[in-house]
């Protein structure tokens, strides 16, 4: 009975010995979630080096006769949604200690990941800690220390939160910011945080909320703030700026500023309170150059639930890089930021007439434990270049459809691009709107694709004309031969046609309701399958074939038609 006891206590305190780590697929090189660079050689226990307590698959092995097999390669110790093989790089269950592993390491089997997840709050034994900010300027004594923090503030009760506080900065005479860190309170609710600053001209009157008090806000808290000047998200300290700039803050930069805080309680509990913030390095010996920050990718895209690799990809073209610069630009890094769902992720550079480069690779993406990618040289690039961002993403563990949000739940494909001289570039963003260069979609004059989207849109009497025409013509869910005939030739017009054409749709849809947006996709089906193979109806045709009389007969709907009837009968 003594000898029962004994083992009960001891066996969660098993000593890690190197003999376990070749029991088990690429038992010495499994990794450190927090950073995934450290290895972690006590695979089964709670402390990296092993020895004292084990972890749950620790745990599962000591149950499981310190055997590998597949009743533990099935297993999901660690109760993130992926097994024991699978982040042990034996997915299939075949590894014996006398072979090599099918692939790599994907993951750790005893740890919950990504740590910040809701289903891994509850789990977490293992907390990262963050590096310190490795900037030698930091140390020159003519450089200050300004913090910014929250006042105790009670975390809301709902998942995401984002929440602003307006600031002044030093502003007695010109500085440069040449460095920042966040400063974390309550590490179990931080997402990221971002200072944006106020145009140079901006007065504490001409801000919506008052200075030094928190308020719930979106992803901009204040309309005339919104250059981004530092930020914190998880696994980076800091950022050390390049040698040759700064951001101007004083007399001629940057006056005022706010700090946005992204809280994520996905347990909803009410006893979370947080003061983070950030602490901004300045100096009064100005640099020769202002620092800007440039955000490129896509705003708006969805990714429908069980793909392995869904790939969404972004282009500041030509034609917009021409548009928001003025003259060259020097980029001296960056770093690429998605959501849960992302697994790789790149940016790249195309000069015009040159070849294109990669620029910023995370070939094995993780949100939380995001790259800072600095360059040696700074990249110069030119009016009439292009950048590009392309995504991956997996939604196998999906059910329902993502679209690219705020939320954590939700997904972002960005890039942020650090560069100087500032005001060689006018705007803060180059982006994509479901595929579209938005600095032409919001023009007044250019075209996208043929369209001159913001008119077109904006062309009331149009639309009335239009769907007037429609409500004449169509009849809900049944394909008429005036109808199709009209939308055919509706569709004629660029602004219906290739990407411009979802663009316009999903903008008026709201404007137009369900009723008259089902009238007007009435004939879809039968227009993509002539768009396929078009039914040409003559005396010798052999096949059966449908001549539309102008009369209601029976057609296959769409599934997004069916849908759409629902709707419309259940709230008609």
């Not at 269950?93 to 750790?108: A, K």
């Not at 250059?227 to 951001?247: D, K």
């Amino acid at each position: 009975m003594l000898a029962l006891l004994l083992l009960t206590v001891i066996a969660p305190y098993s000593h890690g010995f190197p003999t376990f780590q070749a029991l088990i697929p690429n038992g010495g090189i499994i990794r450190d979630p927090c950073d995934g660079v450290t290895i972690w050689p006590g695979v089964g226990h709670q402390a990296v080096a092993g020895g004292g307590l084990v972890n749950p698959f620790g745990q599962d092995f000591l149950n499981n006769e310190k055997t590998w097999n597949l009743t533990l390669c099935v297993m999901d110790s660690d109760g993130d949604g992926v097994s024991n093989g699978e982040e042990l790089g034996d997915p299939d269950c075949v590894w014996t200690p006398e072979s090599n592993p099918t692939g790599l390491p994907t993951g750790h089997p005893g740890v919950c990941e990504p740590w910040s997840d809701t289903k891994c709050l509850k789990k977490r034994f293992h907390i990262c800690q963050l590096p310190d900010l490795e900037c030698d300027a930091i140390n020159n004594p003519d450089v200050l220390e300004f913090a910014v923090r929250y006042p105790q503030t009670q975390v809301p009760a709902k998942e995401t939160t984002y929440t602003c506080m307006n600031f002044a900065l030093p502003a007695d005479q010109d500085y440069h910011v040449i460095a920042d860190r966040g400063v974390i309170d309550n590490e179990f609710v931080m997402h990221h945080m971002i200072i944006f600053a106020c145009s140079n001209d901006v007065e504490p009157r001409d801000l919506v909320n008052p200075l030094n008090a928190p308020y719930e806000c979106g992803m901009v808290g204040e309309t005339r703030c919104r250059q981004l000047i530092a930020g914190w998200s998880v696994g980076i300290p800091g950022v050390c700026h390049n040698e040759n700039a700064g951001y101007k803050i004083g007399i001629s930069g940057y006056k005022y500023a706010l700090l946005q805080i992204h809280w994520n309680n996905p347990l909803l509990k009410t006893d979370y309170m947080d003061s983070s913030g950030m602490i901004l390095y300045y100096t009064p010996i100005l640099r020769p150059y202002n620092l800007g920050s440039l955000i490129i990718g896509e705003y708006r895209f969805s990714i429908p639930p069980g793909e392995h690799r869904y790939v969404v990809e972004s282009e500041c073209t030509s034609a917009c890089s021409s548009q928001i610069m003025n003259s060259p630009i020097y980029v001296v890094g960056g770093h690429n930021h998605m959501h849960y769902m992302g697994r790789e992720m790149e940016t790249s550079y195309e000069p015009m007439g040159g070849t294109e480069q990669v620029i910023m690779d995370d070939p094995l993406y993780s949100y939380d434990n995001p790259i800072l990618h600095i360059f040696e040289t700074p990249l110069k690039a030119q009016p009439g270049d292009v950048f590009k961002t392309k995504c991956s993403f997996t939604s196998l563990r999906k059910d329902v459809t993502t679209h690219s949000g705020e939320a954590t739940a939700e997904e972002m494909c960005f890039a942020f691009l650090f560069y100087y001289p500032k005001e060689s570039i006018a705007t803060h963003q180059c982006f994509t709107m479901m595929g579209l260069p938005l600095c032409t979609v919001s023009h007044e004059t250019k075209l996208t694709e043929g369209c001159q989207i913001q008119s077109f849109l904006t062309n009331t009497s149009y639309f009335d004309e239009t769907f007037k025409e429609i409500l004449r013509r169509c009849e809900t869910f049944v394909c008429r031969k005036e109808c199709k005939t009209y939308i055919e030739d509706l569709r004629s017009n660029p602004c219906f046609q290739g990407k411009v054409k979802g663009y316009v749709e999903s903008m008026i849809s709201p404007q137009m309701g369900v009723n008259k947006m089902a009238l007007y996709h009435s004939c879809d089906t039968e227009l993509a399958l002539e768009a396929v193979e078009p039914c040409t109806c003559t005396t010798q045709t052999q096949e059966p074939c449908i001549e539309y009389t102008g009369t209601s007969v029976s057609h296959k709907m769409s599934f997004s038609l069916l849908l759409m009837a629902v709707f419309v009968i259940h709230f008609n």
